[in-house]
């Protein structure tokens, strides 16, 4: 197990990348600590899967290094990294046993025969398959060939990290729960470095300590599932993660007040002048709908999803979305909303603004 | 996928059955008819029970003629596959040159094959052929209408140059179909090429490699015309493989009754070995499946 | 940092081995393929007297003569048009009886279906030698001898099971569901099957077209028994050459390179699917 450091990384698929647009990832300096696990979020093309093959050695990014414990991998292949990789099709040897392919890795290393067996079945047991070890593994599910593929990456005691690219687009919605929560369990047992792909902002918040969130070829965010939800440091961050995502409204924000077609919100710090395009985001969730406080807003539609109501709404010409108690009633009256200070962000040019303690 | 049980859909083969029934039955049943009957001539016919049959099983020059067929077929199945999987793999994956190659390589199976014969009856001639010149040249005594192992070199080496690109093209499409996380994961396993070939690329490839020896053992099996030209079946009866020997016994000399054994017989094997490669290959869909 | 530099170096060094060594085996497998026709071409531009009295890699006295003799010869060069017709014919009837068939047999499971499946195939194993005679018999009697037909339906008996085959397995790839639908929306089977079906499948239409093609255009057996003089195909007229002056090598190259020519284009027009159609439908 390891630490992974990309230090300046940057890849673009042309041969002589000129603008930045060129670059399928952007510049990237990044840790990744030993023993957690971090979900890689983003919508398709955002780069995430370029990443990932840059740390598994599939890919030799353009610019930059990549070390694991401080030893440069850059160009090195990928078996010398030592790393496991399960794709989002499951990669099983057809023709193989299921016993045969999780000795595969070892074998090829040139392990012992009685090392093998052993290994094997712990993994089998790990993974939950001991009773199918003799079958071929043509013909299983999708999902336990996507554990036969995880098993045969950790079947390597060495293994630096394990790479997972959504690995559960195939699986049956009640297996990938199971398998999500397994993996979990693994990697508290295990502790390996753990890196997930995916496009599931669900997945990646029950499955991560770390979610890396990222938009059009770079990092946005680094951060627990409580950060991203509270602080979203980019306005991508803020509607890609939550549902319904992060209201952002445009404002023009003094001091602590952001001013909306005249009328004001509070905010919970003060901010210097600012820039460019600057927009308050709200989650829905700190929004409260009232009949006296705040600012007129006009109800389009009411959705009840159980656990609570979605309200949306128009809010000086902007949709907005705010969430209600289930138990909180909803009258034809309630035309004010207000926000808490505390959790209204400001951004200037989708970026997160800190501002200073009011 | 679930097929519905539907009669009527015997409506929709029926073109297709009237036409093979034209095509193919009737001309069998004439073979049939010839095979149990003999003539004085003047199309007066008797019936001859199995007496063809029996002389036909205890000809040597059919037996000799199976014998070379065979020999021909597995000789070109054993040069070809390997080949034809070795050239697959060395093909470019995709761009230009993957485009570049798959025309060149196609165009051997578009020539016709009195063709193919004549292109090779000119390159191996020592007086005027590049191939035969050459070796001669070089000190090689070479000459494939006197010297009998000239003559199957030949006729060898025009096979492989023929059809070894179909095998190769078929080879190509299966390992087409392998998604590019195969190989990502053999590398991050250690898979040694070897290891690559032999347990992702011919899984892959198992199916078409199927129909690749059908159909190369079929058409091997019933080849005529590109030796015929090259060798005319000799030196002596040296290439006279079985469809030679056949046209020369009903066109020829118009021997009829022997000449319908004999494509009965003919028929019958092929039909038998094909018949065990289709039932394998069935059970390997189905397994895929 | 230093022996990391040789390791990279070593890594790429090796890279470019690999490819070389693709480069070298594909540049050999071509030359080996090509070296034959390039010999033919060299043949068909000189003239007979070059051929014969010196041996050279390259025409030295460049000459179209044999070309011209072929493409100004009637007899010469109807054979190529009696092929092309017959070729066209037989992957035209061919294409058009089997795809209901193989429709029926992707879609549908029916009294028989598997044995008649397995006989439609046994017609591929015919060997055209069994055949010759009885072909010869059959079509005489019914008048169709030394006609472009005779030729075309004698070449049925193995390509449309192939085209049947073919198709069967494009079919198979088509969800059945759009059957379904289409029904649902309520087209005709007639209409469906030609308005969305069969656009559907229009590679494997295509990859069947190309074997049928193939096929009938490189057979010689039947269609020379088949014909005499009207119908005549290409191949056999290249057995005039021999004369009594001896071989006339020139014009018999120019027509080998000749009947390159249609397949060549065939294969220029269908490059880009080639590998995809060699899969037959069944990868």
Same mark, same amino acid.
């Given at each position: ?358 | ?289 | ?102 429709? /029926? $047999?992707?879609?549908?499971? *029916?009294?028989?279906?598997?044995? =008649?499946?397995?006989?439609? %195939? &046994?017609?591929?194993? !015919? ?81 069947? /077209? $190309?074997?049928?093609?193939? *096929?009938?255009?490189?057979?010689? =057996?039947?269609?020379?028994? %088949? &014909?005499?003089?009207? !119908? ?52």
């Amino acid at each position: 197990m390891a630490k992974i450091t990309l230090d300046n990384l940057a890849h673009s698929y042309l041969p002589n990348p000129t603008s930045e647009d060129d670059f399928a990832l952007k510049q990237l300096d990044h840790d990744w600590v030993d023993g957690e696990a971090y979900a890689l979020l983003g919508s398709s093309g955002c780069g995430k899967s370029t990443l990932l093959n840059i740390i598994s050695g599939l890919l030799t990014p353009s610019q930059g290094r990549i070390l694991f414990d401080g030893k440069d991998v850059t160009n090195a292949p990928t078996a010398e990294r030592n790393i496991a990789q399960v794709f989002q099709f499951p990669v099983v040897y057809d023709t193989m046993t299921v016993r045969d392919n999780l000795a595969f890795p070892l074998k090829n290393r040139g392990e012992k025969p009685a090392y093998i067996a052993e290994r094997v079945n712990q993994i089998a047991k790990m993974i939950g398959m001991e009773h199918e070890l003799g079958r071929k593994a043509r013909g299983l599910t999708a999902d336990a060939k996507q554990k036969i593929s995880l098993g045969r990456g950790m079947v390597r005691e060495d293994v630096n990290a394990l790479l997972f690219d959504e690995p559960l687009t195939v699986i049956d919605p009640h297996m990938k729960w199971e398998l999500r929560t397994q993996l979990k369990k693994l990697h508290h047992e295990f502790g390996h470095t753990m890196i997930y792909v995916t496009h599931d902002q669900t997945e990646a918040l029950t499955f991560a300590d770390k979610v890396v969130v990222m938009y059009d070829g770079r990092v946005v965010q680094i951060g627990t599932p409580e950060e991203l939800f509270e602080t979203p440091e980019h306005t991508f961050v803020g509607y890609f993660i939550g549902s319904p995502g992060m209201n952002v409204i445009p404002a023009k924000v003094d001091g602590d007040k952001a001013y909306i077609n005249g009328s004001y919100v509070q905010l919970g710090r003060g901010y210097a002048p600012l820039d460019g395009k600057v927009e308050i985001g709200v989650r829905p969730e700190f929004a409260t709908l009232s009949e006296t406080d705040g600012l007129p807003v006009k109800i389009r539609r009411i959705e009840d999803v159980g656990r609570h109501k979605i309200i949306r709404a128009e809010f000086f010409g902007s949709d907005i979305n705010i969430i209600a108690n289930e138990g909180t009633p909803i009258s034809a009256d309630m035309n004010r909303v207000s926000f808490d200070p505390a959790h209204v962000n400001v951004y200037a040019n989708d970026w997160r603004v800190k501002g200073e303690a009011a | 996928m679930e097929k519905t049980v539907n009669q009527k859909a015997w409506f929709l083969v029926l073109p297709v059955l009237l036409l093979v029934a034209f095509s193919a039955v009737i001309p069998l049943m004439t073979v049939v008819n010839y095979a149990f009957q003999d003539t004085f001539g003047n199309n007066v016919f008797f019936w001859a029970g199995l007496s063809w049959f029996e002389e036909l099983i205890e000809s040597d020059r059919m037996w000799a003629a199976l014998g070379r067929q065979a020999i021909f077929s597995a000789i070109i199945l054993a040069i070809e596959i390997p080949l034809g999987i070795f050239v697959a793999l060395n093909m470019p994956k995709k761009g230009f040159w993957a485009s570049f190659c798959l025309v060149l390589m196609s165009l051997p199976l578009l020539i016709p094959w009195n063709v193919v014969g004549t292109i090779w009856q000119i390159f191996g001639r020592v007086d005027i052929g590049l191939l035969g010149y050459t070796l001669d040249k070089l000190g090689i005594s070479y000459n494939y209408t006197q010297d009998f192992y000239a003559a199957w070199i030949t006729v060898i080496v025009m096979d492989v140059w023929h059809w070894t690109s179909l095998v190769a093209l078929l080879a190509y499409a299966g390992l087409q179909s392998i998604p590019d996380a195969y190989y990502q994961a053999a590398k991050i396993d250690q898979a040694s090429r070897w290891n690559v070939f032999r347990y992702i690329e011919l899984p892959k490839m198992a199916g078409v490699l199927m129909i690749a020896i059908l159909l190369r053992f079929m058409d091997s099996f019933m080849i005529y015309t590109e030796p015929f030209v090259v060798t005319g079946g000799g030196p002596g009866n040296a290439t006279t493989f079985l469809s030679i020997d056949l046209v020369k016994m009903a066109l020829g000399q118009f021997d009829l009754g022997p000449a319908a054994a004999f494509s009965l017989m003919y028929f019958l094997v092929i039909l038998l070995i094909s018949w065990v490669f289709y039932t394998v290959m069935t059970n390997l869909d189905k397994r895929e499946g | 940092m230093a022996d990391m530099t040789v390791n990279q170096s070593a890594a790429r060094s090796k890279a470019a081995v690999k490819v070389n060594t693709r480069a070298i085996v594909m540049g050999i497998y071509l030359l080996f393929l090509l070296l034959p026709i390039y010999w033919l071409i060299n043949m068909s531009l000189k003239t007979n007297t070059e051929i014969l009295s010196s041996f050279s890699l390259w025409p030295r006295d460049l000459t179209f003569q044999n070309y011209a003799t072929i493409l100004t010869d009637p007899s010469w060069y109807m054979g190529y048009v009696n092929s092309l017709i017959y070729v066209v014919m037989n992957t035209v009837i061919s294409i058009v009886v089997a795809l209901p068939a193989a429709y /029926a $047999f992707s879609r549908y499971s *029916f009294m028989g279906d598997k044995h =008649l499946f397995f006989w439609l %195939l &046994t017609n591929r194993m !015919a060997p055209p030698a069994v055949f010759a005679l009885p072909f010869f018999q059959l079509y005489s009697s019914v008048g169709l001898f030394d006609t472009h037909i005779a030729v075309a339906l004698a070449h049925c008996l193995f390509n449309v099971p192939l085209a049947v085959w073919i198709l069967e397995g494009f079919m198979r790839g088509v969800p059945k569901e759009i059957d379904e639908t289409a029904y649902i929306d309520g087209y005709s089977f007639g209409r469906f099957f030609i308005k969305i079906f069969t656009p559907l499948i229009a590679s494997g239409v295509g990859v069947a /077209a $190309f074997f049928c093609f193939m *096929f009938s255009w490189v057979e010689l =057996l039947l269609s020379r028994t %088949l &014909t005499s003089v009207e !119908a005549k195909p290409i191949a056999a007229t290249m057995t005039r050459t021999v004369s009594a002056s001896g071989m006339d090598w020139g014009v018999l190259a120019a027509a080998g390179v000749l009947t390159i020519v249609p397949g060549a284009l065939v294969i220029y027009f269908v490059r880009n699917y080639i590998a995809k159609g060699f899969a037959l439908g069944r990868v």
